[in-house]
T-cell receptor, first 111, second 116 residues
Framework: DQQVKQNSPSLSVQEGRISILNCDYTNSMFDYFLWYKKYPAEGPTFLISISSIKDKNEDGRFTVFLNKSAKHLSLHIVPSQPGDSAVYFCAASASGQNFVFGPGTRLSVLP | NAGVMQNPRHLVRRRGQEARLRCSPMKGHSHVYWYRQLPEEGLKFMVYLQKENIIDESGMPKERFSAEFPKEGPSILRIQQVVRGDSAAYFC??????????????FGSGTRLTVV
C-alpha cells in the first residue's frame, strides 16, 4: 500500500533538454511535498518544496507543479545538466513533520 | 558549521549482536528523524524525536528497535539482536522548529548496517 508512487524507476535525458519526474500519491490528507536528490553513498539533499495552497514553485532550474485534484506532482529540471544525474525522491506529509517517501527515479543526463 | 553527522558510516554485525547508530544534528536543530532505506526501496520513516522526547515512533518495529535523543549528546538508534533483514542504510535528518515543510530536513550521509 504505497502512499507515494514514482512509477518510472529510471529516466534518461539529453543534456540541455527538460527532465520531468513524476510522483503520484493516494492520501488526500497530504498537504506538504518535498523533492530530494540523492547521489550514491550520500544522504539525500533537499531540492524544493510545495504546499497545497500553491500549484507551482520555482527555484532556479527546478520547478515543482502540484495538481491536488489528480494527486499528482512533477519536478521539471530545465536545462538538464550531467551533474543532475542522481536518484530523485518525492516525499509527502499531512502534518509537515514526518514525510512518506516514494521509491525514487534514477535520472541519467547524457552529455 | 558541520552538517548532520552520523557514525559509523559502515557497521557490520553478526546475527544476534546489538547495533548502535549515532546521529549529531546540525547546530541549532532540535528535531531529529530516523529513516531506513532497504535495497531498491525508498526511505521509510521510523521515528521523530525532540530533546528527551519521542514525538512519533509509528514507523519503528515494535521489538528490538529503540531510539533516544538525550539532553546532551547525539541521538542513538539501537537495534538489539540484529537479524539479516535489518541490513539497510539508516539515515538521520534534523530540522529546526517548524521547518521541514518549507526547507526540508537536512540528512546525514547514513550508516550502512550489514548483518552477517
Amino acid at each position: 500500500d504505497q502512499q507515494v508512487k514514482q512509477n518510472s524507476p529510471s529516466l534518461s535525458v539529453q543534456e540541455g533538454r527538460i527532465s520531468i519526474l513524476n510522483c503520484d500519491y493516494t492520501n488526500s490528507m497530504f498537504d506538504y511535498f518535498l523533492w530530494y536528490k540523492k547521489y550514491p553513498a550520500e544522504g539525500p539533499t533537499f531540492l524544493i518544496s510545495i504546499s497545497s495552497i500553491k500549484d507551482k514553485n520555482e527555484d532556479g532550474r527546478f520547478t515543482v507543479f502540484l495538481n491536488k485534484s489528480a494527486k499528482h506532482l512533477s519536478l521539471h529540471i530545465v536545462p538538464s545538466q550531467p551533474g543532475d544525474s542522481a536518484v530523485y525522491f518525492c516525499a509527502a506529509s499531512a502534518s509537515g513533520q514526518n514525510f512518506v517517501f516514494g521509491p525514487g527515479t534514477r535520472l541519467s543526463v547524457l552529455p | 558549521n558541520a552538517g548532520v553527522m552520523q557514525n559509523p558510516r559502515h557497521l557490520v554485525r553478526r546475527r544476534g549482536q546489538e547495533a548502535r547508530l549515532r546521529c549529531s544534528p546540525m547546530k541549532g536543530h532540535s528535531h531529529v528523524y530516523w529513516y531506513r532505506q532497504l535495497p531498491e526501496e525508498g526511505l521509510k520513516f521510523m521515528v521523530y524525536l525532540q530533546k528527551e522526547n519521542i514525538i512519533d515512533e509509528s514507523g519503528m518495529p515494535k521489538e528490538r528497535f529503540s531510539a533516544e535523543f538525550p539532553k546532551e549528546g547525539p541521538s542513538i538508534l539501537r537495534i538489539q539482536q540484529v537479524v539479516r533483514g535489518d541490513s539497510a542504510a539508516y539515515f538521520c535528518a534534523s530540522s529546526p522548529l517548524n521547518s521541514p515543510s518549507d526547507y526540508g530536513y537536512t540528512f546525514g550521509s547514513g550508516t550502512r548496517l550489514t548483518v552477517v
